[in-house]
Nanobody, 124 residues
Framework: QVQLVESGGGLVQPGGSLTLSCLAS????????MAWFRQAPGKERDFVAA????????NYADSVKGRFSITKQSFKNLVYLQMNSLKPEDTAVYYC?????????????????WGQGTQVTVSS
């Protein structure tokens, strides 16, 4: 059973940076994809970025392209979301998600495993 644990959220000023981490345990093979989603109060859970475990291909939401970067450290079973030039509209609970298979879906319903979420607040 895959388990995901996020860390690294917090309060940051507009224009600042923050890095989120997701530790994935229980993965059975490398045909695996991981993603970050976010959910602001009263809104749907939106796709942010995804990465293929084997090969490292990535996919990003248009709203974060050029500002956010998703990377992984395979030997540590860690996936990171480096967030730069943060804006108040980036404020949300950020969730790590995972699925078996290599397709980098941008729909939350395609991911089977979820972390508990970590709050990111961008405010002065």
């Amino acid at each position: 059973q895959v388990q995901l644990v996020e860390s690294g959220g917090g309060l940051v000023q507009p224009g600042g940076s923050l890095t989120l981490s997701c530790l994935a345990s229980g993965r059975a093979n490398n045909d695996f994809a991981m993603a970050w989603f976010r959910q602001a109060p009263g809104k749907e859970r939106d796709f942010v970025a995804a990465i293929r475990w084997s090969g490292g291909n990535t996919n990003y939401a248009d709203s974060v392209k050029g500002r956010f970067s998703i990377t992984k450290q395979s030997f540590k079973n860690l996936v990171y979301l480096q967030m730069n030039s943060l804006k108040p509209e980036d404020t949300a609970v950020y969730y790590c998600a995972a699925r078996y298979g290599s397709t980098l879906h941008d729909r939350a319903s395609r991911y089977n495993y979820w972390g508990q979420g970590t709050q990111v607040t961008v405010s002065s």
